[in-house]
């Protein structure tokens, strides 16, 4: 059975950890917000010493129209500061998403579960209604088919260098950073970005999601989504040193937001893994692609020939 969204009832979110099956179940239309840079005019200024995403994310969902909800999720203690910031700028309703840091146990995959059913019935208050499993079964299946719709275009040119990009969520100017790249005689093979190939849920299993299909959603999402904050992160490490060898990168470009303490801790570590493939650590300050970038690509690649 077909859900049609409801005129203005968009939910804004922006971890790939929150399902857009979900929402689209319950009858509402899912935005994931990629911001871009605040304006003059942003209610949180730049000297607010906040994370330039969390900044960009929460000035541009105060001011969307046809928002009914904006959904939060705990990644990280800037993120937690959302509510508050959310909160004195605008009376938009939110939802703080609690994603379990650990995953190995059945606990973890419990607790995930009943963060959707609580997210749930969010969706409701904000305009939603609870979905049959009918209804859920199509958003899966229709969400997966659409995903398979979109063919994997290369990321940049055919020739050059081949690097990869790693790290959190990025603002819409980031994605500057691949032509930036490419000019610099490098080619982006591998998004491991939030945004990109590493934030891709896995396939939903035909028998079980006709069977359980909130089951089969929290597995697909919580289940296999490597992030740096999971704890242990060791999944992180595993897809992306299986993927380095498998598209032969020869660097790796690590994009994080001023001030994400969890992508900087992991700077050294994640050196050590990559074994002789280098490692060259951006901090990202919400300003887009500024002249300093250029000089430390170009010197970074250079030194991969």
């Not at 982006?188 to 999601?209: H, W």
């Not at 704890?231 to 040193?241: D, F, H, Q, S, V």
Request: charged residues 20%; aromatic residues 6%.
């Amino acid at each position: 059975m077909r859900r049609e969204h409801r005129a203005n009832r968009d939910i804004v979110y922006s971890s790939p950890c929150v399902p857009p099956e979900w929402i689209a179940a319950h009858g509402l239309r899912p935005c994931r917000l990629i911001p871009g840079r605040a304006t003059a005019e942003s209610p949180i200024p730049a000297t607010s010493g906040i994370c330039p995403f969390l900044r960009a994310f929460v000035n541009e969902a105060c001011h969307r129209r046809n928002t009914a909800g904006v959904v939060l999720v705990t990644v990280c203690d800037q993120m937690r500061r959302a509510p508050d910031l959310l909160a004195a700028t605008r009376q938009t309703p939110f939802h703080l998403f609690n994603l379990p840091s650990t995953w190995q146990t059945p606990a973890a995959r419990r607790i995930y579960r009943t963060e959707l059913e609580r997210l749930g019935a969010f969706l409701v208050a904000c305009g939603g209604t609870t979905p049959s499993r009918a209804e859920l079964v199509h958003a899966l299946t229709t969400a997966e088919r659409q995903r398979d719709a979109i063919h994997a275009a290369p990321l940049g040119p055919s020739d050059g260098i081949p690097v990869a990009l790693l790290g959190g969520p990025l603002l819409a100017h980031d994605r500057e950073m691949v032509r930036l790249i490419a000019a610099c005689g490098g080619r982006v093979v591998l998004d491991g970005t939030e945004q990109g190939v590493r934030a891709q849920p896995a396939r939903f299993r035909p028998a079980r999601t006709q069977r359980d299909p909130l089951g089969e959603l929290t597995r697909a999402y919580f289940e296999t989504i490597p992030d740096v904050f999971q704890r242990p992160n060791t999944r992180l490490y595993e897809w992306l040193l299986q993927h380095v060898a498998v598209t032969g990168v020869r660097g790796v470009v690590l994009l994080r937001q001023l001030w994400c303490d969890k992508w900087h801790a992991e700077v050294q570590r994640l050196r050590e893994a990559l074994a002789g493939v280098p490692l060259l650590d951006l901090d990202l300050d919400g300003n887009g692609v500024t002249p300093r970038y250029r000089t430390r690509l170009q010197a970074f690649l250079e030194g991969l020939q």
